[in-house]
Every structure is written in C-alpha cells, then in structure tokens.
C-alpha cells in the first residue's frame, strides 16, 4: 500500500476511535433558588450579559454547540466547562458562604475589567458573548458593587 496512504487511513482510524470517548453533559436536578439569579437579582440587562457571556461554562445551563459532539474539540470544551464549573457555579450560587460569594463577585468584576473573562476563545465563536466597549463598565462595576453588599 503507498505509505502515504496509510498514514491517511491510519490518522482516520485513530480519529474515529476518539469519537467513541464522549463527554459528560448530564447535570444534577437543579434548585432554582440556588441560582445566582434568583439570589442576586441582576438588573435585566447585567442578567442578559450574564447568561450570554458566563452561563455556558460557569453553570449547569450550559448549551453545547453541535461542534461539541466531535472529538478532540469536544474534550477541550468539556474541560473549560468541567473547570470553568469548578472555580464558580452559578447554579449552585446559594450553597457557597458569603465570604466566597463576595470573593466570587469581586474577581468576576477583575476578570471582566481586565478582559479574561469570558474566555477569548470563546468569545471568537459566540458574538453574543462579546461585551462592548460601552457596557463594560457598567457590567464590571455591577459585580463590584454586589460584592460590596456581603460584608
Ligand atoms: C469558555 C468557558 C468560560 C466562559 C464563557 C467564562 N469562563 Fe470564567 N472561567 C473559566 C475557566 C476554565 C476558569 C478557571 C481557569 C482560569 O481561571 O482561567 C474560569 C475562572 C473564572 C473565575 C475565577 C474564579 C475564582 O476562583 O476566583 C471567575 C471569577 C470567572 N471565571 C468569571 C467569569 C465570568 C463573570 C464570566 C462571564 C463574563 C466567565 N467567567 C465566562 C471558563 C469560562
């Protein structure tokens, strides 16, 4: 067989395999009083960014986009969720203690301040997350202010 054909179908092979390791996307039974929203009662616009821009990766709400079913793509996506989950939820919101609520709400107004947050790479693939030069301000001194509000 020419070799680069192999290489190709070996390559093909090795992919295929891949796809039979899937991510999990099941979530635990929420309690919505648990959620941020319910909790911290957002202005409707701050809420719309919020869901928008953090809810993907930083709750159990989190829409997958069909690229997500393909290995290794799915994997990468599946470990800033699992990660991104980890360090805030903001489904599990009432379940944290109030010195970590205020530090939670301190650092999202550094991370969007600074622009980390949300992710570049995410922003690049979904432009209703992308905060604008005129709402930036007031998104990120939002969450100061909340913060404040936990003493
Ligand atoms: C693409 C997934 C993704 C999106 C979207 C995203 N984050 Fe994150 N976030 C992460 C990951 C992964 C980490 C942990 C690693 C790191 O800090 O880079 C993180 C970390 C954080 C932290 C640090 C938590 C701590 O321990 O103090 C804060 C705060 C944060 N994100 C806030 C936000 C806010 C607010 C938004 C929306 C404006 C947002 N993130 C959007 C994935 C994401």
Known sequence: MNKYLKITLYIFGILLVMQFITIDKTVPQLEGRLDFMEIENPPKEIALLIKNACYDCHSYETQYPSYSNYAPISWIIGNDIQEGREHLNFSTWGEYQKEVKKD????????????????????????????????????YTWFKQQSNKYQ
Do not use: D, T, W
């Open 104 to 139: 939670l709400l301190f650092n999202s107004y550094k991370q969007i301040g600074a622009r980390q947050m949300p992710m570049y790479s995410y922003v690049m693939q979904h432009k209703e997350a992308k905060i604008q030069n005129a709402e930036l301000k007031k998104f």
